[in-house]
C-alpha cells in the first residue's frame, strides 16, 4: 500500500466499537468540534454498512466495504460547506445489488484514489455504477486499478450524473469496464443518458477530462456521452484494442503516443440512442499536462487508424482530407485513407533540422577541435626543451624569446620567459612563461580568456661545461576558454549553435643524457626521455546563435593523451670567437595514444547521440629536427636563434617554429 501521510488524526470503523472507543471519540470530539474524522478500514476490518462521508473528511481502505442490501452504496460522499472529501481506497468497495454504487459522490473538491503505482488490485465495484457522481463541483478520480459495473441495464463501470469540474484519469494498469454482457446502455464510462434521438447534449453533464492510458472495456461501447466531454486523451488502441465510442464526440481528442506500435486509437459508431448528430472534434497529439501522465513519445512514422468512422465533417480543421498541426517539435498530418469506413492514419514528421546534415556540421567542428588539440600538444612537446642553462657568479639565467609556429594551417605568435638559479654546481632549477599574443584562429573557435602556459623545471648537469652525466624534469600546464561555433544552412535544414567550453593541457617530462666533447670543441650530448601530455576540450551545452536555434546540442568532454618515449641527439660548439651553433634531431615513439570519440545528445529526430572518431592521421614514430644559432654578445649575454619543425601526434602535416631573443646571466 502506498503510504499517504495525512497528518490527520485516524478514527477506526469496524462492526463493533468498545465503550472505551466511543468515550475517546466523544472526547476528542468535544476538545476538536471543528475537525473532521478521518476513517480508516484495516485490511483485517471488513465493514457491512455504508460509510458515509462528508466535508473534510478522509477515508482509506485497506480492508473490505462490502453492502449487500440493494439499493445501497458501499461509500456515500455529500458535503454541505464545500468538502474536501478525499477516499483512498487499496482493498475492495462494494455496492449492493441490484441498484448500487461502489462510490456514491455527491460531494464538492471529491477525490478519490483507487489503488497506486504499486497496488493494481484494489476494487471498487458494484451491481450499478463502480463509481457515481451526481452532483459536486470538482470531482477527480485516480484509477491504477479496478472499476467495475456488474450487471447489465443502463450501467458503467464510471459514471457522471451532474457532477462539474470532472477529470478521470485511467492510468497504464488501470481497468475500468461496464457489464459484460449488457448492452448499447451499458460503457466503461458513462455521462448521461440515452434519451433517444437529440442534436444537442444534455445539459449539465460535462465531463472537462479523460485520459486512458489503460484499459476500458464496455459490452457495446466503451465511452458512451450523452453529455459534455471537454477533453480526451487516449493511449488504447494499437497492440491491444480500440477504444470504441458513441455519441457525442468530446470537443477536443488527443491521442497519446507511445511508440510506433502503442498509441491510441479512437472507433466511433453514431447511435441515434445516444446522439442523432455528433457534433465535431479537433484533433492533436497528447503533449503532457495531466497529473502522471507523460508526454507522448513521438518519431517519424505514419500510425495507422488512429481514428476510425470519423466522417470528415466530425473534425474541425479539415482541408483537402487532411488535419495538420505541430507538436514536441514534431509535424503531423491527420490524413483521410478510407472514406467508406472512414480511417485516418497520422502521418508524424520532425519538425527539426536534418540529422544527417547537422551529423555532417558536427564532424567540420570535431576536425577543427582535434587540430587545436593536437597543436596543444606539439606545444607541450616543445615545451620540454625549455631551459637556462648559462650562468654568471650570482647563479641566474633569463631568458627572453619571441616565437612564431604554423601548423595545419593556423598559426601564432608568443612570447617566451625563462629564469633558472642553480642551486649548486651540478642542479639548477627554473620556470617559465609562455603567453600567446596573437593567432590566427580556426574558423568557428575562438578563444578567450586564454591564459598563458606555466612550467618549471629542475635540471642536473655533472660538469659546467656539458660533458657527463645530463638529466632534467619539467612539468608545465595551460588553461583557457574557447567558443565553438557550429554553422548553419538553411538549405540544408541545419541550425548554428555555439558553446563555450574549456581547454586545458599539461606536461610531464623526464629526460637523461650524457655529454661529451669531441675535436674542434664540439659537444655531444644522446639522450633518451619519456613524456606524458594531456590536452582535452570540455563538456559544453551549445546556446542559441542571434535567437535562431531550437535543437541545441550538448558535448560531452573530449581528450587526447599521449605517453611517449624520446631519443635524440644534440651538437653544439662555437664557429667563431662569438658565433656558435646548436642542433637537434631525434625520433619518439607513442607508447600510449588515447583519444576519445567526440559525443553528445541533441533533441533532433534521429540525432538523439551522435558520436564522431577523431583519432586524427598522423604516425605513433616521429621524427623532430632544429638549428640554432647564438651571438655572444658580451661574455653574459647572448643574441639567440632557432628553428624547428616536428611531426605531429594526431596530424600528417609537420609543425614549423621559429624563436629569437636575449639571454642574460648573472
Known amino acids: 500500500m502506498a503510504d499517504f501521510n495525512l497528518g490527520r488524526r485516524r478514527k477506526k470503523v469496524t462492526t463493533s466499537v468498545s465503550a472505551a472507543a466511543l468515550i475517546t471519540s466523544f472526547l476528542a470530539l468535544g476538545i476538536q468540534a471543528a475537525r473532521a474524522a478521518d476513517v480508516t ?20 481502505n485497506d480492508g473490505t466495504i462490502s453492502v449487500t442490501t440493494g439499493y445501497s452504496n458501499g461509500v456515500r460522499a455529500t458535503t454541505s460547506s464545500g468538502g474536501p472529501v478525499t477516499i483512498y481506497n487499496f482493498g475492495t468497495i462494494s455496492g449492493g445489488y441490484p441498484q448500487g454504487y461502489g462510490i456514491n459522490g455527491d460531494a464538492d473538491n471529491l477525490t478519490i484514489y483507487n489503488g497506486s503505482s504499486t497496488n493494481r488490485t484494489a476494487v471498487i465495484e458494484a451491481a450499478w455504477y ?9 470531482v477527480t478520480l485516480y484509477n491504477y486499478a479496478i472499476i467495475r ?27 475500468i469496464s461496464g457489464p459484460a454482457n449488457g448492452d448499447a446502455s451499458d460503457a466503461a464510462i458513462g455521462n448521461g443518458w440515452q434519451t433517444g434521438t ?11 477530462t479523460i485520459t486512458n492510458e489503460g484499459t476500458l472495456s464496455g459490452t457495446v461501447y466503451d465511452i458512451a456521452n ?53 457534433g465535431q472534434m479537433t484533433f492533436g497529439i497528447y503533449a503532457g499536462g495531466v497529473t502522471g501522465v507523460a508526454a507522448s513519445t513521438l518519431t517519424g512514422a505514419t500510425y495507422s487508424s488512429v481514428l476510425q468512422g470519423i466522417e470528415r465533417t466530425y473534425l474541425t480543421g479539415v482541408v483537402n482530407d487532411r488535419v495538420t498541426g505541430t507538436t514536441l517539435g514534431y509535424s503531423w498530418s491527420l490524413e483521410l485513407v478510407d472514406s467508406v469506413n472512414w480511417i485516418w492514419d497520422l502521418v508524424v514528421t520532425s519538425n527539426g533540422p536534418d540529422a544527417d546534415y547537422t551529423l555532417d556540421a ?8 582535434v587540430g587545436v588539440l593536437n597543436r596543444r600538444l606539439t606545444g607541450l612537446a616543445n615545451a620540454s626543451g625549455h631551459d637556462c642553462r648559462t650562468f654568471d657568479r650570482l647563479g641566474y639565467c633569463v631568458s627572453f624569446q619571441a616565437r612564431y609556429t604554423a601548423s595545419d594551417g593556423m598559426n601564432e605568435g608568443g612570447g617566451l620567459l625563462t629564469a633558472a638559479y642553480r642551486l649548486t654546481d651540478e642542479i639548477r632549477v627554473g620556470g617559465f612563461i609562455d603567453h600567446r599574443v596573437g593567432e590566427r584562429e580556426p574558423t568557428g573557435i575562438s578563444f578567450s580568456d586564454e591564459r598563458p602556459m606555466f612550467g618549471g623545471f629542475v635540471g642536473y648537469s655533472s660538469n659546467r661545461d ?4 645530463q638529466g632534467k624534469v619539467i612539468g608545465a600546464f595551460q588553461n583557457g576558454d574557447a567558443t565553438i561555433t557550429r554553422s548553419g544552412s538553411t538549405s540544408l535544414n541545419t541550425e548554428s549553435g555555439s558553446g563555450k567550453a574549456g581547454l586545458s593541457a599539461y606536461l610531464v617530462s623526464g629526460e637523461l643524457g650524457y655529454g661529451f666533447a669531441l675535436s674542434g ?85 534521429g540525432l538523439e547521440t551522435f558520436s564522431v572518431s577523431t583519432g586524427g592521421s598522423g604516425s605513433r614514430t616521429r621524427g623532430f629536427g632544429s638549428v640554432g644559432l647564438h651571438y655572444q654578445v658580451e661574455k653574459n649575454q647572448r643574441l639567440t636563434g632557432n628553428v624547428g619543425i616536428r611531426s605531429q601526434a594526431y596530424s600528417a602535416e609537420p609543425s614549423l617554429s621559429a624563436m629569437a631573443g636575449y639571454q642574460i646571466s648573472f
Not at 130 to 138: I, L, P, R, T, Y
Not at 198 to 208: E, H, K
Request: overall charge negative; aromatic content about 8%.
Open 130 to 138: 463502480g463509481v457515481g457522481v451526481n452532483s459536486g463541483v470538482g
Open 226 to 278: 450523452g453529455g459534455t466531454i471537454t477533453t480526451l486523451n487516449n493511449a488504447q488502441g494499437a497492440g491491444g484494442s480500440a477504444v470504441k465510442y458513441t455519441g457525442f464526440l468530446p470537443t477536443n481528442y488527443n491521442v497519446i503516443i507511445r511508440s510506433t506500435s502503442s498509441y491510441g486509437q479512437l472507433v466511433y459508431t453514431l447511435d441515434s440512442g445516444w446522439a442523432s448528430a455528433p
Open 362 to 369: 558536427v564532424k567540420a567542428v570535431a576536425e577543427r577541435v
Open 149 to 175: 459495473a456488474l450487471y447489465s441495464g443502463g450501467d458503467f463501470g464510471v459514471a457522471n450524473w451532474g457532477a462539474s469540474d470532472v477529470a478521470f484519469i485511467n492510468y497504464s494498469g488501470g481497468q
Open 466 to 469: 656539458g660533458t657527463g652525466l
Open 41 to 60: 478500514v484495516s485490511s483485517s476490518s471488513t465493514e457491512t454498512n455504508t460509510v458515509n462521508l462528508s466535508d473534510g473528511d478522509i477515508l482509506t
Open 198 to 208: 437529440r442534436n444537442t447534449p444534455l445539459s449539465g453533464y460535462v465531463i472537462d
Open 521 to 605: 670543441g664540439m659537444l655531444a650530448t644522446p639522450y633518451v626521455g619519456l613524456r606524458h601530455a594531456d590536452a582535452s576540450r570540455g563538456a559544453y551545452d551549445e546556446s542559441t546563435v542571434s535567437g535562431s536555434v531550437d535543437y541545441p546540442l550538448s558535448f560531452k568532454a573530449h581528450h587526447q593523451r599521449l605517453t611517449t618515449a624520446v631519443t635524440g641527439m644534440r651538437l653544439g660548439g662555437m664557429l667563431t670567437e662569438r658565433i656558435g651553433y646548436q642542433l637537434g634531431a631525434g625520433v619518439e615513439y607513442d607508447v600510449r595514444r588515447d583519444a576519445n570519440d567526440q559525443s553528445g545528445t541533441s533533441s533532433i529526430s
